[in-house]
């Protein structure tokens, strides 16, 4: 814990009183002017600390980012997002983790921004990231898997973020969309990109990108996404803060990647199941440079959409599906 995340954690602790600079001086060793220099730090995140009569400070209201700060206080985990990074704004936070994974990151490392400039999806495609509406974090993996493994993972982060989503919205019913998406009402509300360094027979590294649609109101959503996209805000009409969700997950996650480490993607097949968006849908595919017509019927144990055509059932490891007609 550095000084500025200690500073926090005394402040909180008063629950609104005031704390005196000699406290926090002799709790950190160092002098008031120090612990200014960290107030004045902590102001410009966004936290309103009030300076008080009796040479003290008190925390009057914290930002909604989801920076160590907000963030290590809700989690629960044992090894993941205890190394957190947050930025106001960057490129693009799968960028900016995998620079940390070549420089030694430890498992478990997330990277957080409050907007992306250059965000991504599946296939190159642009990732609508504005400031201070959604979440966006990246966290580094370093599973001991073959590559061939590896595939089957955005379906587990998915399952994650599914059930964190159904805990907070229990009016709502996330779906897992193969192989990397996640529906509310048919619209997608989260997108997932995993990119990963690997060896032809383990995986080095595992970047996992994951931007959910929380506070973002229609208004402020681009015409041509109305269609395809919404949020919890507009599902729900509540507001969500970014760092409890950004922890949610990660709670959710940890055991679930524990398990698929040890036993592969079969024993949450249930779960996702239950979850499947496609699950019996007619299905339209873009598979590379052919399309696929059949009908979906579930998720293999190694990831694969299951795809019943006319020639047969056929395994699926990558592609675009639409339900019914290509969009």
Known sequence: ????????????????????????????????????????????????????????????????????????????????????????????????????????????????????????????????????????????????????????????????????????????RPEIKWPNDILLGGKKVCGILCEMQAEADCVRHLVAGIGVNLNLTRQAMPSDLRNRATSLRIETGRRYSRAAVMAGILNRFEPLYDRWRAEGLAPLLCAIAARDALLGKDLSLDHGDRRIQGRADGILPDGALRLVTDQGPVPIYSGEAHIGSPL
């Open 1 to 172: 814990m550095n000084a500025a995340e200690h500073i926090l954690q005394t402040l909180r602790a008063a629950n609104g009183g005031e704390v005196s600079s000699r406290t926090i001086g002799e709790q950190l060793g160092v002098s008031r002017a120090a612990i200014w220099k960290q107030i004045e730090a902590l102001r410009a995140g966004g936290y309103a600390i009030e300076a008080c009569s009796r040479r003290g400070y008190r925390l009057v209201t914290a930002p909604d980012t989801p920076h160590a700060p907000e963030v290590l206080p809700l989690l629960t985990t044992r090894r993941l997002g205890h190394a957190c990074r947050y930025a106001a704004e960057t490129g693009s936070t799968n960028r900016d983790a995998a620079a940390l994974a070549e420089a030694g990151a430890p498992e478990g490392a997330v990277v957080a921004a409050g907007a992306q400039t250059a965000g991504r999806g599946r296939m190159t495609r642009e990732w609508f990231s504005p400031s201070g509406a959604n979440l966006y974090f990246s966290l580094l993996l370093r599973p001991n898997v073959e590559p061939g493994k590896a595939a089957s993972l955005p379906l587990v982060i998915g399952l994650a973020v599914a059930e964190t989503l159904a805990t907070l919205a229990p009016e709502t």
